[in-house]
T-cell receptor
Framework: EPEVTQTPSHQVTQMGQEVILRCVPI?????FYWYRQILGQKVEFLVS????????KSEIFDDQFSVERPDGSNFTLKIRSTKLEDSAMYFC???????????????FGSGTRLTVV | GNSVTQMEGPVTLSEEAFLTINCTYT??????LFWYVQYPGEGLQLLLK?????DKGSNKGFEATYRKETTSFHLEKGSVQVSDSAVYFC????????????FGKGTRLHILP
């Protein structure tokens, strides 16, 4: 079964450093998403991406965050200057629209655990 | 806006007990409804879904019925196993193509042998 692949599985970074989280969505999917889950808390939407641009972003997704699809297969989330409160599990997901598109769930990757120290 | 409310955890049951995790939603129209499961140390996996009123989603012995009249999508399993210990998230996706999935807060389930 096709998978969404995320790398690395765990990243430790110093506060103020830039990090890039990488995702390879399912190849025929057209919508891409990032969510995050602070330890033990709710899964929160960050951003959706379609047709090479952001289609929606949440209040969490401020100027420190950016997304990119640099080469048609990877989908990256960059945090420019990490803060302690950015420590969380970050999930990438992809989805394919079609007839009855909203009935599609997303396929999630297994996540990247980001620890900011 | 759309929202999902699910029962607080943790829920602790003995093996072979009957499980219900309540989930209610607020949304316009007929959203699609999902249950996702997160096993320890792993990502989110789609457990089951329902896309219209009275649909029943089922998988691995779990079931949930889309009840429009009560705006509910409760998760049930007749006989739980230790391996069902996980966090369960109720979620919905609105009716528009660009609507994103939003999640409830999750319910942690512990099954005792």
């Amino acid at each position: 079964e096709p998978e969404v692949t995320q790398t690395p599985s765990h990243q430790v970074t110093q506060m103020g450093q830039e990090v890039i989280l990488r995702c390879v969505p399912i190849s025929n999917h057209l919508y891409f998403y990032w969510y995050r889950q602070i330890l033990g808390q709710k899964v929160e939407f960050l951003v959706s991406f379609y047709n090479n641009e952001i289609s929606e972003k949440s209040e969490i997704f401020d100027d420190q965050f950016s997304v990119e699809r640099p080469d048609g297969s990877n989908f990256t989330l960059k945090i420019r200057s990490t803060k302690l409160e950015d420590s969380a599990m970050y999930f990438c997901a992809s989805s394919v629209p079609g007839q009855g598109a909203p009935s599609y769930g997303y396929t999630f990757g297994s996540g990247t655990r980001l620890t900011v120290v | 806006g759309n929202s999902v409310t699910q029962m607080e955890g943790p829920v602790t049951l003995s093996e072979e007990a009957f499980l219900t995790i309540n989930c209610t939603y607020t949304a316009t129209g007929y959203p699609s409804l999902f249950w996702y499961v997160q096993y320890p140390g792993e990502g989110l996996q789609l457990l089951l879904k329902a896309t219209k009123a009275d649909d029943k989603g089922s998988n691995k012995g779990f079931e949930a019925t889309y009840r429009k009249e009560t705006t509910s999508f409760h998760l049930e399993k007749g006989s739980v196993q230790v391996s069902d210990s996980a966090v369960y998230f109720c979620a919905l996706r609105g009716v528009n193509r660009d609507d994103k999935i939003i999640f409830g807060k999750g319910t942690r389930l512990h099954i005792l042998p």
